[in-house]
C-alpha cells in the first residue's frame, strides 16, 4: 500500500465522525488563536510599563561614567566628547540626546531659611528635556524651564509644600562642587511638578544644565547622557551599536534594565509565573485532544484487526492513525496561527485601551492604550507546544496498535 494511499485514506476516515473533527480542529484553532493574542497582549503591556516608567526621568538609556551608577557623585563625570554625538545622530530610529547633570544639595525658604530640605538636583537641557522624559508635562503650576534660564528652579510639589514656597519665591541651594569647595546661590522658582511618584515629587529639584556646568565647577562635563528612540523596541535593536560606542569612549551604556531594575524584576516575575499558566493550560488541552484521539483508536479496534488480517503491515497502520492526527492538528492550528495574528494585527492598530482609565493616565502624561507586540514567540509558543506535545503522547497510540492482532475468521462474523 503506497504512501498516496495512505493520505487518501486518512483523509477519508478524518470525516466519518465531522462532528467530532469538526469540533477538535475549532479547539486548536480557538486555543491557538487565543494563546498567540494573550502573549502578544502581555508583551505589549511590558512594553507600556518600561515605557511609562523610563520615560519619566531616565529616558530609554544612559551613556555615564563607569563608576557612577554605583557611586552617582560629582566627580564620576565624563568628557563631552562631539564625536560621540555625531555618532549616535547616525543611528537610524534615534529621536534625541540630552547631557544631565546630577548633585546633592540643600533647599533653604523662608525670611530667615528657616525652611530646609534635602533634594537631589538635576541639570538639564531645557531644550531637548521635554523629548526625553515627560516632566516638562508635569508641571502643574508655572513653566517649564527655559534655554536662556540662568538661576531657575523646577521642583516638585511636595517638595514645594515642604519648603512651603510659590511659584516666584526665592531659593537658596548649598551644596559642593566636583572639587570640593562651596556651591551656593539664590534661585527663583519658576515651576512645580507632580510626577505620581511621591519619592520624585520630594527630592527631585530641575535646573539649567548650562548654568549648573558653571555653579558645580563641570566645564564641558556631564553624567548622564540620556536617549530616546522612535520606539522602544527600536533602542533595543540598537543596544549592541551602543555598547561599542561606550566602550570606544570608555563610557558604560545602562540599557532598561539597569536604570529600573525594580520594573524589569516585576516583568520577569510576571512573565515566569505567567509562562507556567500556559503550559498548565496547554497540556490540559493536550489531555482532552489525547483522550478524543485515543478513544478514536480504541473504537476501531476491530476495524484495525480486520485491516491486519487483510495484509497491512502494523507499521502501515500506525502510519495511519499519525496521519489522521497530524491533519486535525495540522488543520487546528493553520487556522489559529492565522486568525491568532489576524486579531493581534488589529488590535496592534487599534489599541486596547482599559474604560475608565483615560483620565488617570493622562494626568500623569501617561498613554493609557496598549499595543500588542507580535513576536516569533508569541506566535510559535501555544501552536509549537501543542504539537511537540501531540506527537509524543500519540506513540501510546502506536503503541496500542501494534499490541492488536489480525482477526480470525471466528472474529469478522
Known sequence: MGLRFLFKLAWRNLWRHPKRTIMTIFAMTLTSALFIFMLAFQLGSYNAMKVNALSLLDGFGQFQQADYLDTPSLRNSFEIQPELQTQLNQLPGLVTTAYRIQAFGLLSA???????????????????????SRLAKLVKQGRFLKADDTNRLVIGEALA?????????????????????LAADIFTLVGIFNSGTADLDRQLVLMPFDYAQNLFSMPNQAHQLALITESFQQVEQLEPQLQHLAQQYNLTYRNWRALQPGVAQGIDLDYYSGFIWYVAILFIVVLILFNTLLMSVLEREREFGLMLSLGLSRQQLAGLTQLETHFTLGLGLIFG????????LYFYQTGITIPGTEEM??????????????????????????????????????????????LSGRQTK
Request: glycine share 8%.
Open 161 to 181: 509644600q515642604l519648603l512651603n514656597v510659590s511659584i516666584g519665591d526665592e531659593i537658596q541651594l548649598l551644596g559642593q562642587d566636583k572639587e570640593g569647595s
Open 361 to 406: 493616565f493622562a494626568q500623569y502624561g501617561m498613554d493609557s492604550t496598549t499595543y500588542p507586540i507580535l513576536t516569533q514567540m508569541a506566535i510559535w509558543f501555544a501552536p509549537g507546544f501543542l504539537w511537540l506535545s501531540t506527537w509524543l503522547m500519540s506513540a501510546m497510540i502506536v503503541w496500542r496498535i501494534f499490541s492488536l492482532h489480525p
Open 337 to 344: 496561527i492565522i486568525s491568532g495574528i489576524l486579531i493581534t
Open 110 to 132: 523662608g525670611e530667615n531659611n528657616d525652611r530646609n530640605q534635602g533634594a537631589m538636583v538635576l541639570a538639564v537641557q531645557p531644550e531637548l528635556e521635554p523629548q526625553i
